[in-house]
């Protein structure tokens, strides 16, 4: 059962007078759910949302899976009592009809007002998290923020430029790969043939991203690439049939390739992973393509790997 307190405990929200409209909605970088923030609202400078001046009153937003969407309206329709005492409330939007739970809360030793809704994007739900202190939840009210969340709306596309200017580093070739998805703003890009609604898997994709961990040491880079290549998310069954030491940009890096099964069809597929070592972070940079389109994928993958460049 979905449990509503799931939909606030993320302390973040708004300090605002009144709402604007629709059509002056704002979208946070990177993101494709956006709002028209309450008077008095910036963008954040450390999350993705709006923040007052002094960054007590806050509103977060975020993009989570489509089940989670789905989940919460099933719950709402077999219990629309809520459980834990707090009811999830019903509000109508551009976007379609969200759910929000309105909780009172402690933040340390300050008592706070915290909403939590969640509205479907299609491919992905739409959150958003508001926290309030409560001396100024007389300016801030519960119309106030209802109104606010009232104005959520979605965009299908994230322009490729700001999802691109969000990233770590630069990409200087994008090897013609027609679609381009931030899986989290600032964290890892997907470059895909396919639209997100069929599958990546079924004809060559990319994912790029850093991670903040490295091995400690130079001799267990090869059981760490490995050990990796095995564990990437959606790919099942995978055979390592290539692993070694290799240079990019002149920087050590490894590369390690598998056949695996991915996807709802059990697409047949190669991977490439390759792991470029070099400071606190380790970029990862991820190649899958259909076994059969394999020969004509690879050299696009090298493209784009070579392209990589450390943002100046």
Known sequence: MMRFRILTVVALLIATL???????????PGLRIGLAPLVGLVRAKSFSGFESDDQRVKVLMTELPAEAYNEVSN????????????KPEKIETPA??????TET???GADTVRRYSMIVSGGMFSGYVAVQIPEN????YSDDAVRQMFASTTIRKDVPVQEQLGLMPFNLTDLSNFKNVRTLAPGAALVLADSEESKGFEVAPFMVIGLLAITPPQPDDRARFAQ??????????DARITMSEPIRIDGQPAYETRIDATSGKDNTSV???QWLRFGGPNMLRIIGSAPRDQWSTAFPRFRAVRDGIQPRS
Do not use: E, L, M, W
């Not at 379609?96 to 739970?101: K, M, V």
């Open 227 to 236: 050990q990796a290549a095995t564990t990437i998310p959606g790919v099942r």
């Open 270 to 272: 190669t991977v490439v």
């Open 105 to 107: 809360a402690k933040d």
């Open 96 to 101: 379609g009809t969200a759910y929000y739970t």
């Open 75 to 86: 719950a709402f329709k077999n219990n629309p009592g809520g459980a834990g005492g707090i």
């Open 136 to 139: 100024v939840i007389k300016i």
């Open 18 to 28: 009144r709402p604007g409209s629709a059509a002056d909605a704002t979208f946070p």
